[in-house]
């Protein structure tokens, strides 16, 4: 049987939203209780999928109280749940995230939400050096069909010390390296819903494969790790 999504997990996050206070949740912890198990137990069962064919070492299924003591927006509870499955490091670098939300809001990312100082800067030296291999790894017709383009943050103009003018500064730019893939709820609460994630996210390996390489070697090629 495969794993799927049940709707009353989307059907409880829906009355969450429109009650979202602390009275509310404390009377209906049980039914949260439920639905929550019901999503760890998705989350898994991707978790388990994703290490057939990747080194998984960990996954975090967020947790759906909010921290409001410094954001604007203090409504005490996330309206969504939220997975990252992280893989092995140092020497397998990206990740995955899954992302369930009712509303037409569920989508997977993966890639690299905040490359460090020393990562971001060789990740744009060798798009500097070289950008013809992260170009035909994203412009290849499968991974493009499912992916789309990079997503996330980007200067404006070029980082301190790149050329503006750079063929690759398109790339070069960019503060985030990252893939999103959005869904229906109904193609959410379909039998196909868990494949089409695991397909998706193996799809995106060739890519990992690659930022893994330039993020163990130095500009000469050699292990740093």
Request: aromatic share 14%.
């Amino acid at each position: 049987m495969k794993p799927t999504i049940s709707k009353d997990i989307f059907d409880f996050l829906n009355k969450l939203e429109r009650n979202n206070n602390r009275d509310w949740f404390n009377n209906h912890k049980n039914e949260f209780k439920e639905v929550e198990k019901q999503s760890k137990t998705f989350y898994n069962q991707v978790l388990d999928a994703l290490r057939v064919h990747d080194d998984i070492d960990k996954l975090k299924v967020f947790r759906i109280y909010r921290d409001v003591r410094f954001s604007k927006n203090k409504l005490p509870y996330k309206t969504h749940f939220g997975g990252s499955f992280h893989r092995k490091k140092p020497e397998l670098r990206g990740g995955y995230y899954l992302h369930l939300a009712p509303n037409n809001q569920s989508f997977i990312a993966t890639g690299f939400w905040e490359p460090n100082k020393d990562d971001l800067f060789r990740i744009r030296k060798e798009f500097e050096m070289d950008d013809s291999e992260i170009r035909k790894i994203i412009t290849n017709k499968t991974f493009k069909n499912i992916w789309g383009d990079f997503v996330g943050d980007e200067l404006k103009t070029a980082p301190r010390d790149f050329d503006k003018e750079h063929p690759a500064i398109d790339l070069i730019r960019k503060k985030q390296y990252i893939f999103t893939k959005k869904y229906s709820d109904k193609e959410v609460l379909s039998d196909d819903f868990f494949e089409d994630i695991i397909r998706s996210f193996k799809a995106v390996r060739p890519y990992f494969n690659y930022m893994s390489d330039v993020l163990t070697t130095n500009l000469n090629g050699e292990s740093i790790i």
